[in-house]
């Protein structure tokens, strides 16, 4: 009997241990104020991934934001009707498939079975629905220039929809995988609606709990902090790897680093050139890199003094050397750009020449738009070491033809509305073009029709340029667009409305626990197969 009591009484002691630790283990995990769970759980789960950006999101409405920060969380929760990958070829996604008709005439053929997040069916109503919406002057999407070329989206059925095109346009499935193009659930777009009736700004419903038919469903965004996203359970293909993924906003490249090192975070993007060797010296870090499309420039606004002179801005132009900047700022990783394209986007021209650096040919022609003493005036850019360093490095080297430039730092946000309100001088910035062909990297930044926030941020208004960017982009045969695309790089070049400076290479911080991760040369993440080791 003794024997009995013990075991007895053994029995309930475990039973009582064994409640209190299913008691402990239904409490929600604790989260620290980057929303990150504890660092206990999530050693244990391995699957909590955090992101350290340099900026928040604009939006979390597609349609309302047009930057490369809100694009790599929009991407994870919503999906485009095609995609590409990491050599920019166009895939299926949405779409299982697609064919041209005619010269204007595109249909797709939708997959079946996909619903959104919020539960509703993704079909071809949901397709128009979102396409319609970009295209709305009442919401005013900055976005709605790559679609702008789209007369007609038309139900075949409920998974085919068919897009007429007011002029032959090859690129439209490029411009379809476009993080413009990706699909919001059609309830919540006829909520945001019926919001704006109330008197509500275009996208404040969808921005406030978006739903897409993406790998992560959205969880919490505290501006300024963080967003946090979690595993789409449903996900209609394979499913993501991680449980969530947190984008931590930290605006100093230093405490990303610390933060790397220490653990906190898992990835720095971006990550400076001048910390590269430090990542790769600490034990359990890495450094990945991956050739872009992107440009990084120095703009003149056009419709203002003295910039609206031409003579001017090619001054400028051949005052600045490149490679100081290159070789100082980003310790040699880049190459110089002679234009706006990329060499691996579709148009590039290899043959084309730009403005070679020539400080006594600057100052003559200064001194023949009647600056001979030079001026003053602003650059301007955003909170990023390597832009912040760059502007100064400008404003040194403008000294030398008499150019007296402040520099002024400007949040992300800001830097943004104002610049697109044309109230810079100079300014310094990027444009990555998304889709791998030209079009995308010239006609928002150059074309007059796209002032101010579509991208036109010079304010370039050039008849000629105007023609050939329209030619090119309604031009069918490939060779005649290359044509026209190195006719338009060579304009380019004498009109000035920029200084192209250089492709950059884009940098990751990464643990050695990531595993799984890409990056497009689009600067945006893949994380749908990333796990925490």
């Given at each position: 009997?003794?024997?009995?009591?013990?075991?007895?009484i053994l029995f309930l002691l475990v039973g009582l241990i064994s409640t209190l630790l299913i008691a402990c283990a239904s409490e929600p995990n604790d989260t620290d104020e980057s929303g990150k769970g504890n660092k206990d759980d999530r050693?244990?789960?391995?699957?909590?991934?955090?992101?350290?950006?340099?900026?928040?999101?604009?939006?979390?409405?597609?349609?309302?934001?047009?930057?490369?920060?809100?694009?790599?969380?929009?991407?994870?929760?919503?999906?485009?009707?095609?995609?590409?990958?990491?050599?920019?070829?166009?895939?299926p996604l949405l779409a299982e498939s697609w064919e041209q008709i005619d010269d204007t005439t595109w249909v797709f053929k939708l997959r079946e079975g996909i619903k959104f997040h919020d539960g509703s069916e993704f079909n071809a109503e949901?397709?128009?629905?979102?396409?319609?919406?970009?295209?709305?002057?009442?919401?005013?999407?900055?976005?709605?220039?790559?679609?702008?070329?789209?007369?007609?989206?038309?139900?075949?059925?409920?998974?085919?929809?068919?897009?007429?095109?007011?002029?032959?346009?090859?690129?439209?499935?490029?411009?379809?995988?476009?993080?413009?193009?990706?699909?919001?659930?059609?309830?919540?777009?006829?909520?945001?609606?019926?919001?704006?009736?109330?008197?509500?700004?275009?996208?404040?419903?969808?921005?406030?709990?978006?739903?897409?038919?993406?790998?992560?469903?959205?969880?919490?965004?505290?501006?300024?902090?963080?967003?946090?996203?979690?595993?789409?359970?449903?996900?209609?293909?394979?499913?993501?790897?991680?449980?969530?993924?947190?984008?931590?906003?930290?605006?100093?490249?230093?405490?990303?680093?610390?933060?790397?090192?220490?653990?906190?975070?898992?990835?720095?993007?971006?990550?400076?050139?001048?910390?590269?060797?430090?990542?790769?010296?600490?034990?359990?870090?890495?450094?990945?890199?991956?050739?872009?499309?992107?440009?990084?420039?120095?703009?003149?606004?056009?419709?203002?003094?003295?910039?609206?002179?031409?003579?001017?801005?090619?001054?400028?132009?051949?005052?600045?050397?490149?490679?100081?900047?290159?070789?100082?700022?980003?310790?040699?990783?880049?190459?110089?750009?002679?234009?706006?394209?990329?060499?691996?986007?579709?148009?590039?021209?290899?043959?084309?020449?730009?403005?070679?650096?020539?400080?006594?040919?600057?100052?003559?022609?200064?001194?023949?738009?009647?600056?001979?003493?030079?001026?003053?005036?602003?650059?301007?850019?955003?909170?990023?070491?390597?832009?912040?360093?760059?502007?100064?490095?400008?404003?040194?080297?403008?000294?030398?033809?008499?150019?007296?430039?402040?520099?002024?730092?400007?949040?992300?946000?800001?830097?943004?509305?104002?610049?697109?309100?044309?109230?810079?001088?100079?300014?310094?910035?990027?444009?990555?073009?998304?889709?791998?062909?030209?079009?995308?990297?010239?006609?928002?930044?150059?074309?007059?029709?796209n002032l101010g926030n579509a991208g036109n941020r010079t304010f370039t208004e050039d008849a000629e340029l105007d023609e050939l960017l329209d030619q090119a982009r309604q031009t069918v045969d490939s060779k005649k667009r290359l044509e026209?695309?190195?006719?338009?790089?060579?304009?380019?070049?004498?009109?000035?409305?920029?200084?192209?400076?250089?492709?950059?290479?884009?940098?990751?911080?990464?643990?050695?626990?990531?595993?799984?991760?890409?990056?497009?040369?689009?600067?945006?993440?893949?994380?749908?197969?990333?796990?925490?080791?």
């Amino acid at each position: 009997m003794r024997i009995q009591k013990k075991s007895y009484i053994l029995f309930l002691l475990v039973g009582l241990i064994s409640t209190l630790l299913i008691a402990c283990a239904s409490e929600p995990n604790d989260t620290d104020e980057s929303g990150k769970g504890n660092k206990d759980d999530r050693n244990s789960q391995g699957g909590e991934l955090v992101v350290a950006k340099q900026s928040d999101v604009v939006s979390l409405d597609p349609a309302a934001s047009n930057d490369t920060p809100s694009s790599d969380v929009q991407r994870n929760i919503f999906e485009t009707l095609v995609t590409q990958d990491e050599n920019m070829k166009i895939k299926p996604l949405l779409a299982e498939s697609w064919e041209q008709i005619d010269d204007t005439t595109w249909v797709f053929k939708l997959r079946e079975g996909i619903k959104f997040h919020d539960g509703s069916e993704f079909n071809a109503e949901a397709v128009k629905a979102n396409i319609d919406r970009t295209l709305d002057p009442e919401v005013g999407s900055p976005r709605a220039i790559m679609y702008n070329m789209i007369t007609e989206v038309e139900i075949i059925d409920d998974y085919i929809v068919q897009f007429k095109t007011a002029y032959p346009f090859a690129p439209l499935p490029a411009h379809l995988a476009h993080p413009g193009g990706v699909m919001i659930s059609k309830e919540q777009i006829e909520e945001d609606y019926a919001a704006m009736k109330n008197g509500e700004n275009p996208g404040t419903v969808i921005s406030a709990n978006p739903q897409g038919t993406g790998p992560f469903v959205y969880d919490d965004w505290q501006p300024g902090q963080f967003v946090r996203l979690l595993k789409n359970e449903d996900y209609w293909g394979e499913p993501a790897k991680l449980d969530s993924v947190t984008f931590k906003v930290v605006a100093e490249d230093l405490t990303r680093i610390a933060e790397l090192e220490t653990g906190d975070t898992d990835i720095t993007n971006p990550l400076s050139p001048s910390d590269v060797s430090q990542i790769e010296a600490t034990d359990g870090l890495s450094v990945q890199r991956q050739e872009s499309s992107a440009l990084s420039y120095l703009g003149f606004n056009m419709a203002k003094e003295p910039f609206n002179d031409v003579r001017v801005r090619q001054a400028i132009s051949m005052a600045i050397d490149k490679e100081q900047i290159i070789e100082g700022i980003y310790d040699g990783i880049g190459i110089p750009a002679k234009g706006p394209i990329a060499p691996n986007v579709f148009g590039y021209n290899e043959e084309v020449a730009g403005l070679d650096f020539n400080v006594e040919a600057a100052k003559e022609l200064l001194a023949e738009a009647g600056f001979e003493d030079g001026f003053s005036t602003t650059i301007w850019t955003n909170d990023d070491r390597e832009r912040i360093d760059t502007a100064t490095n400008i404003q040194a080297q403008l000294s030398e033809i008499g150019i007296d430039a402040e520099v002024e730092i400007l949040e992300w946000g800001a830097m943004l509305e104002q610049t697109a309100n044309g109230e810079h001088d100079m300014f310094v910035f990027g444009w990555t073009t998304v889709t791998g062909d030209a079009d995308n990297g010239l006609y928002p930044l150059f074309h007059s029709e796209n002032l101010g926030n579509a991208g036109n941020r010079t304010f370039t208004e050039d008849a000629e340029l105007d023609e050939l960017l329209d030619q090119a982009r309604q031009t069918v045969d490939s060779k005649k667009r290359l044509e026209l695309y190195r006719q338009v790089q060579e304009l380019l070049v004498e009109i000035a409305p920029m200084v192209y400076i250089h492709h950059q290479e884009y940098l990751l911080g990464v643990n050695e626990n990531v595993k799984g991760l890409s990056q497009m040369p689009t600067q945006l993440l893949n994380l749908k197969d990333v796990y925490v080791k």
